[in-house]
């Protein structure tokens, strides 16, 4: 494939959801979203041919990978942390005071991930509505080609407005570019509005995804993949009208015969099983950059620093690699998983390394995360090995797939295929089968998917979304209509001319 070219876009530099865009030239190795920066062109040179166009729709796709907005501000890890997954950690409680605020909550509109995650998605947002845009008046531009990228663009979009609307609850929905004087116009949007874009921008895409990609084009949406993003957005919203919609998503991905479960667990997170058959979509990382910490806040890295994170801080021994020591993994899940056949392949036991040592940081257990640990095996030749980690992180599984129709069946009162789904994944790990029906099929349910995705950012949500954060959550000083939500970033608030209301709490 070609060296993809993107674009230096001016903006107003003080608005206030600081939509400046750098989008650096890309090329094609392991796929499409790899990046190599050392090259760009300016927007007025820009959208004038097929190829510009596609080389626009990467720059869309590479926000997904950003993990330096505002310091460290990987999604994943950072839901694991305010989950009872796991723990912030790092050396000491000062390493990284934002995880240590999300994961105590003591969340103040100056202290928190908030800046970050905000900047992230709205830079995305600001990308695809430009796409969206300038995408139109390109002259002879392939039909189909135009209705794909224009779903793509779309399904991104959701993405980023699914991560917003989640974290702060009412936020702006900006739905095209605007001028600098329009910025400090725009007010908040409920979280009911916000799920109506989402699910339109979805529910067009489906229409226009392909089923499948080619292997050079791994990591692009897939009509499964907006399929699945809309059940989740569904379930978010606990909105009973619209199970049934969600049902169909679901069965449409599983009646589509292409995906399945990894016949081993333990082969769902090897970087040689990427985009296996369990992938219904991934956030693509590479390790060509060579990025170094000169780049470091740029956005122009596409390693997967969060793997340096959760590793072993200062570590020495077999199998891994030495990380920062974050996100030590709780008690409370050891103990919850320790008698699953997937406890091995999710959680490191310190312990049981043999000749192995380490440096023991803030909130330390003993015990670690196995998914997205740093391996020797995947060290990266080049760069600052922190930043240019591979590791894709799978942002919907089939398994997933599975547990929301299980919960979806159940809880629209159809506990036989709700049982059906649930138990092709524990079959899958050899555990007897659920017979329960009613409020325990759905507790099972629940454990489930806590087992199953175990630190992959699930279960924070999972908690909040149910009803159930205030009880689990409640010896972490979580109060429930304060901590639902991250507060908004003050900085935002400041330069908003009075557009934006800070959360209830803070």
């Known amino acids: 494939m070609k060296n993809i070219i993107t674009a230096l876009v001016n903006t107003p530099h003080k608005i206030y959801i600081t939509l400046f865009v750098i989008l650096v030239l890309t090329s094609c190795r392991k796929d499409f979203l790899e990046v190599d920066p050392v090259g760009r062109v300016l927007e007025s040179n820009y959208y004038e041919?097929?190829?510009?166009?596609?080389?626009?729709?990467?720059?869309?796709?590479?926000?997904l990978q950003w993990n330096d907005q505002s310091g460290f501000?990987?999604?994943?890890?950072?839901?694991?942390?305010?989950?009872?997954?796991?723990?912030?950690?790092?050396?000491?409680?000062?390493?990284?005071?934002?995880?240590?605020?999300?994961?105590?909550?003591?969340?103040?509109?100056?202290?928190?991930?908030?800046?970050?995650?905000w900047q992230?998605?709205?830079?995305?947002?600001?990308?695809?509505?430009?796409?969206?845009?300038?995408?139109?008046d390109i002259p002879d531009l392939d039909p189909q080609f135009k209705l794909r990228t224009v779903a793509e663009a779309k399904f991104l979009r959701a993405k980023f407005y699914m991560d917003l609307v989640r974290s702060f609850g009412y936020v702006p929905l900006i739905t095209k570019t605007l001028g600098s004087d329009e910025y400090y116009t725009v007010g908040q949007a409920s979280p009911a509005e916000?799920?109506?874009?989402?699910?339109?921008?979805?529910?067009?895409?489906?229409?226009?995804?392909?089923?499948?990609?080619?292997?050079?084009?791994?990591?692009?949406?897939?009509k499964a993949a907006a399929q699945g993003l809309l059940a989740r957005a569904i379930l978010y919203q606990n909105d009973p009208s619209k199970f049934n919609s969600a049902i169909n998503a679901?069965?449409?991905?599983?009646?589509?015969?292409?995906?399945?479960?990894?016949?081993?667990?333990?082969?769902?997170?090897?970087?040689?099983?990427?985009?296996?058959?369990?992938?219904?979509?991934e956030i693509v990382y590479a390790d060509n950059s060579i990025a170094d910490w000169w780049m470091f806040g740029s956005g122009r890295g596409e390693g997967n620093v969060g793997v340096q994170f959760v590793g072993m801080r200062d570590y020495s021994g077999p199998t891994y690699?030495?990380?920062w020591g974050f996100c030590p993994v709780s008690l409370d899940l050891v103990e919850f998983m320790e008698n699953d056949p997937r406890y091995g392949y999710t959680i490191i036991n310190t312990n049981a390394l043999p000749?192995?040592?380490?440096?023991?940081?803030?909130?330390?257990t003993g015990y670690f995360v196995r998914k997205y640990a740093p391996l020797q095996s995947n060290t990266a030749g080049d760069g600052a090995i922190p930043l240019n980690w591979s590791n894709n992180v799978r942002e919907i599984r089939y398994a997933d797939v599975l547990l929301m129709a299980a919960e979806l069946y159940a809880r629209t009162g159809d506990d036989g295929a709700a049982r059906n789904y649930l138990n092709q994944v524990r079959s899958r790990v050899a555990?007897?089968?659920?017979?329960?029906?009613?409020?325990?099929l759905l507790d099972a349910i629940y454990d489930e998917r806590r087992m199953e995705l175990a630190c992959e950012g699930h279960r924070f949500f999972d908690l909040v979304r149910t009803g159930r954060a205030a009880t689990v959550l409640a010896s972490k000083g979580y109060v429930d209509g304060v901590h639902n939500f991250l507060p908004l970033p003050q900085g935002e608030i400041d330069l908003s001319n009075g557009q934006l209301t800070q959360n209830n709490g803070y």
């Open 355 to 364: 000749g192995a040592v380490y440096a023991p940081g803030f909130q330390d």
């Open 194 to 222: 916000i799920f109506v874009q989402i699910e339109q921008d979805l529910n067009d895409a489906v229409f226009d995804l392909p089923e499948t990609v080619g292997a050079n084009n791994l990591g692009r949406a897939t």
């Open 120 to 136: 992230k998605n709205y830079k995305g947002i600001y990308r695809a509505n430009l796409f969206l845009e300038k995408v139109e």
């Open 250 to 281: 679901v069965e449409d991905i599983i009646g589509s015969g292409l995906y399945s479960l990894e016949p081993n667990y333990g082969d769902i997170f090897k970087t040689s099983n990427e985009h296996g058959v369990e992938s219904v979509f």
């Open 321 to 323: 690699a030495p990380g």
């Open 49 to 63: 041919n097929e190829e510009q166009a596609f080389e626009a729709l990467v720059a869309v796709y590479d926000v």
């Open 431 to 440: 555990l007897q089968p659920v017979v329960s029906s009613g409020a325990d």
């Open 73 to 117: 501000t990987m999604f994943r890890p950072l839901l694991d942390a305010a989950s009872d997954d796991c723990h912030a950690g790092g050396s000491d409680m000062s390493d990284q005071p934002s995880w240590v605020a999300w994961d105590e909550f003591t969340l103040t509109a100056d202290l928190g991930p908030q800046q970050g995650l």
